[in-house]
């Protein structure tokens, strides 16, 4: 071992200890052994009483350890023989909270023993948190935890078990418009707000104990018992340092020992309403026609006319053609009728619209022996969505338990999800021609597809190939049949476990899950789309003087194929314990685990592709070859491409708790995580995480006394963690390419040296009180949290005569505060014979904002984006939106903003004041909600059930869109908002639009879109779901089934309410609003 | 046995660090290595392609847009020579990248250091870096500093001179000596390290670093190195391509008239696109400068097409019609050679200079009458003329402009919108274009 560096040895010795501190444990375990008591040579008789809370039946069952049980008479009074000194007699019932007695003496026996017990909540009992590493009680553990169970899981219809979570706990915000850069925010989901600016923003997905790195869609919501969310740092550190967002820990269904054979199943069919086209902002036809003729007149399309290949729209053909003299007035006019008496959205509608259809069947068997349990689920969804985008699913699960021993027991699954899914017809707003949003004609009179001149003009493409190209027309009625792209995903995931229980109180766990998945992503145009003869004409070569052709790209279609590999293994080692000595109770769990993912990509593109017969022919990727209309040399597209990335780590963890006499609980964890961050010095490798948490049962104190309120309970947890970005690193870094034209290798510096990098550090408060009310009549929790995040990761826009590849380097920037409040109240309303209401209501606030941040663009202008990015600035919300001062419209019907205080429309200056010192920038707010929840209401009337959800998002904004006169010229996007514009000296007084401007100025239109004019609240209210179910009574009914019920579901039913008076929905602005859904289904087991 | 276990997986678990030291991406690299180093220089995506200053060309005058009454208020001031802020990506960071990487690449070099086994190769990268950062440096003084003037220019201030990759160290301008002074010892160290002929034209050599020598020396006015340097390129490499001929032209009438990696490439570069108003397709070429060549120049056809009423470019290097090549070719040295003999006297090695380059440019079936000059003056009135019919849409007409300007010359650029002229006097501060407004903001050095 003579060549160990030093660093080296150093890491190995952690490393060890942590090893031989399990080591150490199992033989512990080994020599712990139980305490012999004292033997009483005559035995004590006593006698005793259980008093129970009012209303509740008197019976409790009363045990000691060695000496048999008993249980009290109907008045609670009970009797018993000690036998032996010290006596731990232990009283207990289902509906109560356990109690303990110690008898260590005989003076402990003078008096009669008198136990006053708790009420449990009893939905609360039945409900298991699972941390991923353990499965504990609510009481039980000092952390905040959101469980979700299975039938609320069922309130939801869909197919992705995320979207179920929704309006279905406390501090859960689905992030709605916002974009982000960061590939690590696919589920747009945050728990508890944010903890970082740069760093990974989704909360971590855990399926039955093991991180998941699978497609969330392939998990079936039906074969899902519960969903548990953990908050704070004391329920989520113990997954160490991706636990920063929040965990959402998923569990499976599972058979339990000594089950009779149960078959449950759920069928149910989605169907939605069309899409409402009005949700893409566009003026009518007539509209967009007259802004062209104004266009046209101008000379604004001269530059595309003159090259004589460019597409120009069908209303600048007539135009050019009347120009021409090729055509008269009269006909123009009747060119233009036509395209203004079609109703397009009409005409998309019926053309490439449904209402959608979702089919999803469920089955699944359980069952148990006394030493085996086993189920299986088999799940198939298929459907298609508004525009035809076919999807399908098929899951197929199988898990077993068997007691090998009555001390080992071994567990294993397996499971397997298929899907697939292929694209669908064109989105309304999506074809262009000539660069201009479309307003042809889809088909003529006879209902044949009619072309349309997307990229080039017909009379040039009819006429440059001497009738040697292929057609180079699109036709939008066909091109979907003829270019599709689908993707094929398939998953396998393998669990085995080993538990060997030690002694009663302590069992060591060896498991090991292994998952990978491919997914195949296909695009395949055939010979006869667009797509394909585009390319195909655009690189062949015309001799014109032969007339020979010669096909660099082969005629035929194209096959692109994008394959990817993801897998992970994680192997874990852990030892559990779980004692009572006396009146403390210890929980304790310790281990390690080692896991690797890995990612394997390669893409490839062939040409010539036909599927019948199957052939593919060869192209040069190398050369370039000059474009058939514009000369321009340029490779043919596509190609090869590998990826392959591996990520690994190491962790140590142990979790403890101790619990005295019930009343106070004492927990911590703490977790070292290593990584190979690549480029990290290995100091940088690892990260120790820690948390600590106290509770306190107020209602277990004897002088507690409250009867009204018998559940009362205090928990304070606090915790620390951290964050690496693994690209972020202290050398220069680069990746290997090569290029065609030097035929050289390459290396790219992709990451300037940055050696003060450091981790993030979070930290996490949570102060919690659970209360439960007499007879379980209304129950609850709120929790208050801050979060404190330092040292974070920030885009910093440094002085680029550094580097100039970006304008802008990560750096540990920014400081970051976040507070919040979550609430639940369930609540039995009336509790009638026949007739049940309750509700449930979740309530939720999330104030974070920037404390601290190094950086020159710490100014309002950074914030007239929007806020659908993540911007710091020092003392306001992460998201936040700020605008410009508006100052109305001039007499010319210029927007008027601010400059050095006085009205001004220099828009050059008023931005550059607005960088400079913000004078004349305005912060509106909050762009992401502060406060939101959801309020379920339950009704149930004999076999019926109705229930709604009504959700709440209140204290955000939201900048909407407006006319552009840049966009109207640029793009021949005319916002409808073109009919309020200023068009005459007075409307000024009547209007905020601005007038219509040529040539564009673009820097009057962003002026104006960044003005305090386009920002309206977004707070709103809106019916989530409703939900209406009869439950069949399979005795009266005489039908074979245990219980039968059958459901009918509206989904996204709008809103009920919003602040803003323009009509919009401000989380779904300028898009084609989410559509209803309406499901029936019939679900039940025999 | 328990303890078996646990001793067993303590034991392999020994070895974890070694089970971290995996990459994580299997394409990422530190680079440390001679080869790497190289490669890093060898990024053409970054050292050579899109790179050059643009801002130059857009307001250099030998084009002009007949469409610009139609296009963006920010075009139009740009057009007309008017102050306006711009931001990154730009002339600056395009610029500043292959200087990073260049001081990135000496630094790792000096951590390998030279033995006699890795000399040629890691002389190579040395030299290469030494050119890349002197390369760049000068093209950005040209745009951003003003004229040379050796009275004036040592306290006129140029660009930032950047020696290190450390980000953390403040930019500051120095003057324009100062810069022109760098480039100058830079190419100078460059071109006793680097082979004379390259592998590949993206690299430099000996001819580029003594082309590169030339070209500051002309910028400078001084025309006796500037003379030096241009002979000692040529002698490595002085062939021209004959239009009529050669393998290297493809066909005049072509989009693509010319090969790429011709015989007269020296150096290849490409121009960035910037604020796009010279892109071939847009710019339109100055009609009194077209109507200038005669209809047995080749040029003629080869450099231009109709396009609408007026003549669009096609003349580049870059085997792509919309792609400005801005590298080094033989053509400019044999003109720098002529123009700097003429100005020393030598008026009859000048034209012959001249006449040899404009043979190979005359229609092959048309008598060639050579142009010949008896004095000075006339020489180089004549010469500078050539040197803008052959080096046009190449970056350096602004550099040219501001020399001739030095010397007096009185060059008033014109330009026309819907009817009102705008006009760049001879001795406007705007010679120096503005910087980046968010350099300023963030740095503090002074605006043009």
Redesign the interface.
Known sequence: MGGCNNE?CL??GR??SA??F??LL??LA?FDSPVFGQKLKVPIKITGKVIVPDGLPNQVYVRSKNYGSAGTDSIGNFRWVVRAFPETLRFSRVDLYPAMRILRKESDLSAPIVVRMIQQVKELEQVEISTGYQKVKPNETNGTVSVIDAKMLGARTGTNILDRLLGQSSGLLLNVGKSNSNPQNKTGISVRGLGTINGPLDPLIVLDGFIYEGDINNINPFDIESVSILKDASASSIWGARAGNGVIVISSKKARMNQSLSISFNANVTVRSLPDLDGFKQAATADVLDVERFLFD???F??RI??GYSALSPGVELFLSRRKGQITAAQLEEGLEAFRSTDLKQEWLKEFYSHGLLQQYSVSIRSGTAKNSQSVTAAIDRGYDQSFAGSRRYNLRYAQETLINPRLTLSTSISLSFSSGSSGRPAYGSVLVGSRQGYSLLRDAAGNPLPWAREFRANYTDTAGTGKLLDWNYYPTEEYKHARSSFNRQELLGFGSLRYKLLDFLNLEASYQRQKQDLTNIQVSDGESFASRNLVNSFSQLNRATGVIRYVIPNGGSLNTDRQEVSSSTAR?QVNLDKNIGVSSIGFLAG?E?REARLEGSGNVLYGYQDDPLIYQAVDFTG?Y?NFI?????PIPGGMNL??????F?SFYGNGSYSYRGRYRLSGSIRRD??????AN?ND?WKPLWSAGLGWSLSQEPFYNLSWLPVLRLTLTYGKSGNVD?SK?A???????S?S??????????R???PDLRWEQLSQVNLKVDFGLRGDRVRGSIAYYRKHGSDLYGSY?????????S?E?TRNVADMEGKGLDAELHSKNILGDGFNWSSDLYFSLNKSKTVKYYS?NNSLSALLGGGSSITPVVGLPLYSISAYRWGGLDGAGNPMGYLKGNLSTDY?AI??EG??NAANIEYIGPASPTSFGSLINSLSFRNFTLSFNISYRFGYFVKKRSFSS?EAIGSGLLHPDYYLRWQRSGDEVVTTVPSFV???????DSFYSSAEVNVIAGDNIRLDYVNFSYHLNAEKWRIPFRTLDVFANAANLGLLWKANKFGLDPDYLDQVTQTKGYTIGIKGSF | M??LV??G??MS??G??K?????????????GKLN??Q??L?????MN?GRTPSYAEAVGGDFFL??I??????V?DIYVWKK??Y???ND??????????AN?SLELLDKLGRNNKNAVEWDNVKGSSLFFRSYYLYLLTAQYGLGFNSATSGNEPGV?I?LS???N???VRSTVNECLGQAIRDAEEASALLPDIP??L??PSKAAAFAQLSRIYLYMRDYENALIYADKCLKIKSELMDFNTDTDVLGLT???PFK?FNKETVFYTEMSTGFGLHAP??ARIDTALYNSYLPNDLRKTAYFKA???YQQF?GSYS????VLFSGFATDEIYLNRAESKAWLGDIGGAMDDLNFLLKKRWRVSAPYSPLTSVNKIDALRKIRTERRKELLMRGLRWADLKRYNKEGEEIRLQRVINGVSYFLEPNSLFYAVPLP???I???GIPQN
């Not at chain 1, 990826?643 to 690994?648: D, L």
């Not at chain 1, 290593?674 to 480029?679: I, Q, W």
Request: aromatic share 10%; hydrophobic share 40%.
């Open positions: 080296r890491l190995g490393v060890c090893w031989s399990l080591v199992c033989f080994f101008k000379g604004y001269d530059a003159v090259n080692l390690a080692i370039s000059p514009t000369g321009i040399s340029s990826v392959s990335t591996q990520n690994r190491i290593g990584s190979n961050v690549f480029g290995t490798k693994l690193t050398y220069a870094t680069g990746a290997m390419g290029n034209a030097s035929t050289l290798p390459f290396v790219r510096i992709s300037i040296n940055n826009l440094y002085d680029y005569t550094a580097w100039g590849a304008a380097l020159t050059t931005a550059a960088r400079l840049s040529y040539p564009q100025n673009s820097q009057r | 328990l303890l646990c001793t997986i303590v678990f020994m974890c660090e089970y971290l030291d995996i990459k994580s991406d299997s394409k990422l690299l530190i680079p790497e180093i490669g890093i060898d990024d053409v995506g970054q392609n007949p469409t009454g139609t296009l963006n208020q920010s139009r306006f802020d931001q990154f990506p600056w960071s395009n610029g500043y990248l292959p200087i990073y990487n990135l930032v950047r990759s450390d980000f160290i403040r930019s592998v590949v993206t690299r072509l989009n693509v790429k397709s847009s396009n609408g009423l096609k085997s792509s019609a919309s407004a968010d350099i903001e963030l740095t």
